[in-house]
């Protein structure tokens, strides 16, 4: 089932967060964050963006949001859309539903463009991304640097019509 984030969802999100941080380069968070840091996270981004979750027996698997580009007024109508998929559920396309959602309720608002801000290699993420119409636009070299090896970043986009 999805449904809007709520504050209750805070412990859940990020335990499947920071499997993330530990375990992967999915984030170029280096350490677990705190409850605190990430409950201040989540409520400031779902204070102003579309934020979603994925349920699926009382235990969620998985979630989305939107949030700001950067800083700068007039990159007002771009958000970065992020999705982590909890690491036990992926197959089941939880990604693809949660991304579906989110995409169309930013179609509801004035977003004009969505970027995907992906590590790479990552095939899983290319493929969604690619699968909801988001093209390659720019691939950053050794921009992220952790497990002690230079990644690269590609940013994907997606303009709204």
């Not at 990020?14 to 989540?42: E, G, M």
């Not at 969505?114 to 993420?125: D, K, M």
């Not at 690619?130 to 691939?139: D, I, L, M, T």
Request: glycine share 4%; aromatic share 14%.
């Amino acid at each position: 089932m999805l449904r809007h984030f709520t504050k209750d969802d805070t412990a859940a999100l990020l335990d499947i967060y920071n499997y993330y941080v530990t375990n992967t380069v999915a984030t170029f968070d280096i350490k677990p964050l705190t409850y605190q840091t990430f409950s201040k996270k989540l409520n400031d981004i779902n204070s102003e963006y579309p934020f979603l979750v994925f349920e699926e027996d009382k235990q969620i698997l998985g979630f989305a949001y939107a949030s700001k580009f950067r800083p700068k007024p007039a990159y007002k109508f771009t958000v970065e859309a992020t999705v982590y998929v909890k690491h036990t559920a992926h197959g089941k396309h939880i990604g693809s539903q949660l991304y579906k959602a989110l995409i169309h309720e930013l179609n509801q608002t004035d977003t004009h463009t969505i970027l995907g801000v992906l590590t790479i290699p990552n095939e899983a993420s290319i493929k969604l991304h690619q699968k909801f119409g988001f093209e390659e636009v720019a691939h950053l070299k050794e921009l992220g640097f952790k497990f002690d090896a230079w990644h690269d970043v590609a940013i994907y986009q997606l303009r709204l019509t």
